[in-house]
């Protein structure tokens, strides 16, 4: 299946594929494609309570006509999965939606700067309230959600808005400093 193709990529919606992965395809799941862009597709199994493997993991996704390999990207809700066509990079660690006070200090920042982060992994996390340029070095201190201290993390921009009108930006830790052991 050529995603990026739109016209292929609008009649793929809603067909019915199957996704192997393991020693020589050995684990199987039905599902159909919900949604297919220029580098994912977007399924939904066609039993939510089927056990897909961990995030990362190597598919070949099939169907009557169509055959390609991607990886797992993200695990949904009701069966409902992501799957990485091509170079597309693969989170390999749960995300956690909070809403975390947090204060970042940057070069480009006259002064330390409110924020709130509203995806959180162990790699980075998605901060609401500022658009930087990518690539900028920056400090962010918050509580994780189940610690009492906080933590600062040196990071890179990532990804960024550009002109939104709710600003963001992701970026990704390089560093990490607890305080209070563990």
């Known amino acids: 299946m050529d ?7 609008s009649q793929a919606v809603l067909a019915e594929v199957t996704c192997s992965w393991g ?3 050995a684990e199987k799941a039905t599902a159909v494609i919900v949604h297919a862009g220029r580098d994912m597709l977007v399924l939904e199994a066609a039993d939510p309570r089927r056990v897909l493997p961990p995030l990362g993991t190597e598919l070949h996704v099939t169907s009557e006509s169509k055959d390609l390999n991607g990886r797992l990207a993200e695990h949904g809700r009701a069966g409902r999965f992501l799957v990485s066509i091509g170079l597309r990079p693969v989170r390999r660690a749960m995300r956690l939606r909070v809403s975390l006070p ?14 709130e982060i509203v995806d959180l992994t162990t790699g980075g996390c998605r901060v609401r309230g500022i658009e930087m340029p990518v690539g900028s070095q920056v400090t962010l ?6 610690r009492d201290e906080s933590v600062t993390v040196r990071a890179m921009v990532a990804h960024a808005t ?4 709710k600003p963001w930006i992701g970026v ?9 052991g563990r």
């Open 3 to 9: 995603v990026t193709d739109t016209t292929q990529a």
């Open 23 to 25: 020693d020589g395809g």
């Open 102 to 115: 947090g204060t970042l200090r940057g070069a480009t920042l006259a002064e330390p700067l409110a924020v």
């Open 141 to 146: 201190d918050f509580t994780p959600p189940g």
């Open 162 to 165: 550009q002109g939104a009108t």
């Open 172 to 180: 990704a830790f390089r560093l990490v400093a607890m305080r209070g």
